[in-house]
Structures are given as C-alpha cells and as structure tokens.
C-alpha cells in the first residue's frame, strides 16, 4: 500500500491564478487544503505579460474581489502603473488594467498560501488522481507519495504534456522554461475525460538598453488611480512609463518571407491557438491590408531590464525573431533576452462539466482556469474561485455556489464554456455578455458581495461597508430627483457645457441626464450637495444617465430568471421524448443542462426543440 503523506479535504493541482484562487477560498471556508505546484517559484506566476486587468478582464478581477477572492488585492500592492481603458466609451466598457511587477506579485500570492491557515503548499507533480467507490479518494506525486482528498481541482494552466515551439525547435516543457506534467493527461484519458489541445505564445523580452525610446510613443498611467479591489483604501502609484511602436512593411516581409518556418503555419503545430490574441505572423497574414501593427514596451517590473514587447508574439525561429525586431523602428539595435515561443498543452472538453466545475461523471473533481480551455490570467482566477468554493461546500453537504448571466461576467464565462464549449482558447470579452449594461465593473461588489458574505469570503465590515454606500448612493439620486434650480441657475450650468438652456425651473436629476453635464458640473446650482466619495458620486451619475437603459436590461433579466429557473431533471432521458430532433437530443444527453434557460444556448438545440421540452417538463412533472 502507498505511503499516505496527509489527509486533506481539498487537494488542488497547479499554482497559477486558477489553483491559488481555489486553494484559499477552499482554506478559508474551513477545509483542510494542499496545494501543489510543480515549482514553488512559479506560484502566481506571470509567464506571458506581466499585467492584469484590461477590456472585460478588469471586470473579471473586480468580481473575484467581490466574492471574496486575492487577485485585486495582490494586483494593487503590485502595480507599477494603472490606466483605465475605454474613458472615451461608456461605463459598461470601462475597465482597468495595470502593468505588474511580476516578481512583487509572485511574492505576494506566495506570502498570502503560506500564511493561511489550514492551507498547505507543496512542491511536486501530481501524475496520478485516485478514485474509489464513491468518487475522488486522493492524488500520487512523481514520487510515489499519496495524500488522501474528499475533492481534488485540476488547475493545470499550459502544464499538461506542455511543448514549447520556436520554428523547427520543440521541446517538452511547461512556461519559462519550468518542467512539463506528462503523466497526468494519460491518467485522465483513462479516467475518462475528452481532453484538447490547445496552443497560445507569448512574445520576447528584450532589454531596455537596447532600446531607441526617442522613436516611441510614451503612454502613461492614470493620475487617478482607482485600485481594483474594493478594500484597498490607499491606492498605490504610477512608477512607469510604458511606449507604443510599430511594425512595417520591412516587418511584415520578412515575416512572409519566413512563414514556412512557422508553426502554425508548417503543420509542427498540433494545438488551436487563440482568435483573438494572434500570433504576429497570423496578424500578418490575417490582416493583409494593414499597413502596419501596434506594439507595445512594458517593464517587467521595478529591478529589472527586461521589458515586455506586447502584440508581437510568435512562434518564428530566433534569427527570424531578431531581424523582425530589428526592422521595426525604435528597435534596430534591440538585444533579446528571452525568445519569443508559443506552447501547446492539453486541456479538456469543458461540456464535461457542471457549472459549479464539477465533472459530471467523477464527483469530487473540479477544473479550473486554462485546463477548462480558457486563456489569460483573469478567466482562470475567477474559474478557481468558483471551483473552490464548490469544492468545499460540496464536502460541507451543502449545495453549489453558480453564478449565472445576469449576474456577473463570471457567469458569462463558466455558462459559454460549460453549455457550448469552445473550439479554441476562450476569452472574456464585454461583448460576450448581453447584460453589459448591468455588468460593470463599478458596480461589482453591489452584484457579488452579497453572495461573498453569505458563504463565507467576505468579512461583515466590509459588506458592511458597501451597504452603505449603497444606501447613500440611493439617498443622493432621491435628493437628486426631488431638487428643483431655477432657470438662472440651470442655464448657467447648460451654457458652460455648451449645450441648450432652459426656460423653466428644472429638477437636478433631468440636468444630469443630458450627456454634456457631469454630477460635478451640478455643485455650483447646487448649495445642499453632501460630501461624497468617489465611488458614490459615480454611481450616482451612472445611474441616473442610463436610468432608461437599465430598466429595459433588469426587464431582460427578469424573463432570462424565469426561463432559468424551470428545472431540467438530471436523470431525464431525452431519446424518449418524441417530437425532439435528433442532434437536440444528442446535444441535450451530452451537456445536460440544468435548466430550460441553459438548455436554449446549446448550440444545435432550436427554439422547437425548447417548446417540445417544456411541454413534455409539464405534461411529466410530479
């Protein structure tokens, strides 16, 4: 019999930002919990762009700190430069995104798994999961060390059979140069699972020295910065300044000129990359007519040389990489330190789960982040969570934690992967959700908090704290609404923003509706004003201004609830209910969907097929 090194309640597989989410939601809801890592230097790594956040991305990173997660946390004591994106947008595309200094960011997530009870890290390679009877009994290292687990995360990010590509080079790896999982993809073929492979890159690092920054355009963070955790009280600040370049015409040549000797494009590459952070000879070739492509130089952090070269991630040989870096102006004389590579990695079917992560087939065993098909550091973090979280409340006999559409981007990210699969690795975009309106990132933890404090995650000061500023953010819009200024007054106001006047008295709340005038433009009509943070007077103007628009959303939103909210029974067999085409029925067998909300997003299930199975759901209930 193998040597049981410990009993725990959780074990999770992986270090990244999927398993480090998942290792302390589980501790901190009181299960005992291990989490390995194939290195202890590479927890919470950033092996592509040291950054968090960005367009959807930053609201992911909101709502994770909204239940109760660590990224938001770690990212604000991290940061090196903070920008809001999409200002010139409206509020449901906002989204803040920060560079990282990466080492500063490995430190804090591992300093926070070290100091959390109940939690401990271990170094070393899961290669076998163990089941008995009832389900997940443990997990063997490449040693031969069992520990004993009741619920077991797979959180394997681009480790599993990982291979690094550059040109006709391939080699067994997993990111920066860090040991492969090999073993583990063969148990879980035999265990049952459909795994994929996918593939995704990530681009050079080069040296600032070598860097002509007087042929670039400087871009610089916000002056002010709004943290991405809603308990961070005193936001950091900008300590860097990142630059813009280009590609041209030179660049894109010799890239044609060498696309044979690429991957993706020779038949060396077995996985699907991403649609939408392509590779620079995929741009090239997708986008014929663009006469040139942005690039972006990012620090890596605060002691180091090594900048970052966003937007030109490849998968070209080195000699190739350096003269296509050497023809973009700015870049002549660039020394790279670390090549640019792309890397395939299996990961699995994600139909095969639950929205609560949990695979349908084997009880006790989660996935999360990049194993589950995703890319980017954010989808994983919040997929982690929510397989923590579930991990543990199943252990607890109590019922899962799912967060659907309307809820949360997070909703939106589990829904699409768990009902339609993805044929490629999935990316959160604003415009994946049909309830974005709702959905913003300012308003995250009026979502989400309430749910995080009531399983556990959030502490009662801090929800609270919200509570309040939701109570004084109703307070100032009813004040708003019942506070008249004369026509004097109001004109004043108008003809500054340069927009027409008035000719009777007019309530405040109508002024702030027109686009041209913000909450702050009222305070010289406006003598009773309160002193507001400015979280509050943000969701104040927000409000107001899209009063119309939200209403229609929460109208939206209240018939997805019904449709959600009709029940499928698990043990349904849907190749007896006459009237249903065949590929529904075999869609509905394979995903099956908890309710008829979920089963009308299958792909291949038509709106008939969604009328044959409520009228069979009625004509059968008990």
Same mark, same amino acid.
């Given at each position: ?13 992986? /270090? ?62 991290? *940061? ?7 200002? /010139? ?28 009870? /109940? ?93 002509? *920054? ?21 936001? /950091? ?58 690039? *972006? ?73 990049? *194993? ?66 709702? %959905? ?70 109508? %002024? ?111």
């Amino acid at each position: 019999m193998a040597f049981i090194a410990g009993e725990y309640d959780v074990a999770v597989i992986g /270090g990244g930002h999927a398993g480090t989410e998942a290792a302390l939601a589980s501790a901190r809801l009181g299960c005992k919990t291990v989490l390995f890592s194939i290195s202890l230097d590479a927890l919470g790594n950033l092996p592509c762009n040291p950054s968090i956040g960005g367009t959807a991305k930053g609201h992911l990173v909101r709502e994770i700190d909204a239940l109760g997660g660590e990224m938001g946390k770690a990212a604000d004591a991290s *940061f090196i430069q903070s920008k809001m994106l999409n200002r /010139g947008k409206g509020p449901a595309v906002h989204s803040l995104r920060a560079q990282i200094d990466r080492k500063t960011y490995h430190r804090e997530i591992k300093k926070r798994l070290e100091y959390q009870q /109940g939690l401990d890290v271990k170094q070393g390679e899961i290669v076998k999961i163990l089941t008995d009877e009832n389900g997940i009994s443990g997990v063997e290292t490449h040693t031969g060390i069992c520990y004993s687990a009741k619920a077991v995360i797979i959180a394997s990010g681009t480790y599993l059979r990982g291979k690094i590509l550059m040109g006709e080079y391939e080699r067994e790896s997993g990111p920066d140069g860090m040991f492969p999982a090999k073993q583990l993809s063969q148990c879980l073929r035999d265990m049952g699972i459909r795994l994929v492979r996918f593939k995704t890159g990530t681009p050079a690092r080069i040296h600032a020295d070598s860097i002509d *920054f007087s042929q670039t355009e400087e871009e610089h963070g916000d002056e002010n910065i709004v943290p991405f955790s809603f308990q961070t009280e005193t936001p /950091g600040k900008n300590r860097v300044i990142c630059h813009m370049l280009y590609t041209n015409k030179e660049t894109h040549k010799i890239i044609l000129d060498n696309l044979s000797k690429a991957p993706l494009y020779n038949g060396r590459a077995e996985g699907v990359g991403p649609r939408y952070c392509p590779s620079i000879e995929d741009k090239i070739v997708r986008f014929s007519d663009k006469e040139r492509h942005q690039l *972006f130089i990012e620090p890596m952090g605060l002691d180091t040389k090594e900048m970052y070269a966003q937007g030109i991630s490849t998968g070209l040989p080195e000699d190739v990489q350096i003269q296509m870096m050497r023809s973009i102006k700015g870049l002549e004389n660039v020394e790279i330190m670390r090549a640019a590579y792309a890397i395939e990695y299996d990961c699995c079917d994600p139909t095969q789960l639950y929205p609560s992560l949990e695979f349908k087939e084997i009880s006790g065993l989660f996935g999360a982040g990049q *194993f589950n098909g995703t890319s980017g550091y954010e989808e994983a973090a919040a997929q982690g969570l929510i397989a923590g979280i579930n991990a543990a409340r199943k252990i607890k006999g109590m019922p899962p934690v799912i967060i659907d559409r309307s809820q949360a981007y997070i909703g939106t990210l589990i829904d699409d992967l768990v009902t339609k699969g993805t044929n490629e690795p999935y990316r959160m975009m604003t415009s994946r959700s049909e309830y974005r309106l709702l %959905l913003r990132q300012d308003n995250a933890d009026e979502r989400l908090m309430p749910i995080g404090y009531e399983i556990g995650l959030i502490p009662k000061d801090v929800y609270d704290k919200m509570l309040d500023k939701l109570d004084k953010t109703k307070a100032e819009i009813k004040r708003l609404e019942k506070t008249s200024v004369s026509p004097a007054d109001a004109n004043k106001i108008l003809g500054n923003a340069g927009t027409s006047p008035v000719k009777n008295g007019v309530r405040l709340a109508d %002024l702030l509706k027109r686009p041209e005038i913000s909450y702050d433009a009222l305070a010289d009509a406006d003598p009773e004003r309160p002193v507001l943070s400015r979280e509050i007077c943000e969701q104040v103007e927000i409000r107001i201004k899209y009063d119309g628009y939200i209403a229609r959303q929460i109208s939206q939103i209240n018939r997805f609830k019904k449709a959600e909210n009709k029940l499928i029974p698990n043990d349904i067999d849907y190749n007896g209910i006459n009237g249903l085409r065949l590929e529904a029925r075999q869609k509905l067998s394979k995903i099956r969907p908890l309710s008829i909300g979920q089963a009308s997003r299958i792909s291949g299930v038509s709106p008939a097929d969604i009328s044959v199975l409520i009228v069979w759901l009625e004509v059968n209930k008990s």
